[in-house]
């Protein structure tokens, strides 16, 4: 859990300010939502960069709020553990290939928007720490995906999110214990 002690982390608290930020701007001008969420059938005619955009844009505030929840409790922890660069490589990775998944997962005019597939890598990746380990990490990303289908749902990206922070911490992982093998030092 997050050690009161410690520091913000930069890297969760400049993604939070980010999302909080963008919540503000569409809600006090709402066409910068039609622009910035991801609308399949406009990524399939070259708006490719709603992909990115769609997950820095929420749909109301408690979509927002419980974003913003699971990034700073299960962010604290990975920046904590990957760093500040594999944090927000792992975000943008998890948050990309979500979206990329559900644009071929979804329906052709399906929309979609929320940073919770790049919230559902971070979150993953903190019950993922070496190959004993990941029966574990896909139980939870079971479990997570399971509570959060419902209607209005991305559950795809939430899952290949998932997938993402499970890969991209087990390599992570894998590497930093191959590093210690060979220099001695953590």
């Given amino acids: 859990m997050i050690d009161p002690g410690d520091s913000i982390k930069p890297v969760t608290f400049m993604l939070a300010i980010m999302n909080s930020l963008l919540f503000l701007a569409t809600w006090l001008e709402p066409s910068l939502l039609g622009i910035m969420r991801q609308d399949n059938n406009e990524v399939f005619h ?36 990957l760093g500040k ?53 896909f139980i939870f990303l079971g479990f997570f995906v399971l509570v959060s289908i419902g209607q209005n749902v991305n559950s795809w990206s939430h899952f290949f999110g998932g997938i993402v922070g499970i890969v991209y911490a087990w390599c992570f992982n894998t590497h930093r214990q191959h590093e210690i093998l060979d220099d001695g030092i953590p």
Avoid: C, W
């Fill in 46 to 81: 070259g708006e490719i960069y709603r992909l990115f955009t769609a997950m820095v844009v929420h749909a109301d505030i408690y979509h927002l709020l419980s974003n913003l929840a699971f990034l700073i409790i299960f962010g604290f922890q990975a920046e904590a553990h």
């Fill in 85 to 137: 660069f594999h944090l927000l490589a792992l975000y943008l990775l998890s948050g990309m290939v979500g979206n990329f998944a559900s644009l071929f997962l979804l329906p052709r005019f399906a929309l979609s928007l929320g940073a919770s597939g790049a919230i559902f890598g971070v979150l993953v990746s903190n019950f993922t720490h070496d190959k004993s380990s990941l029966p574990l990490s």
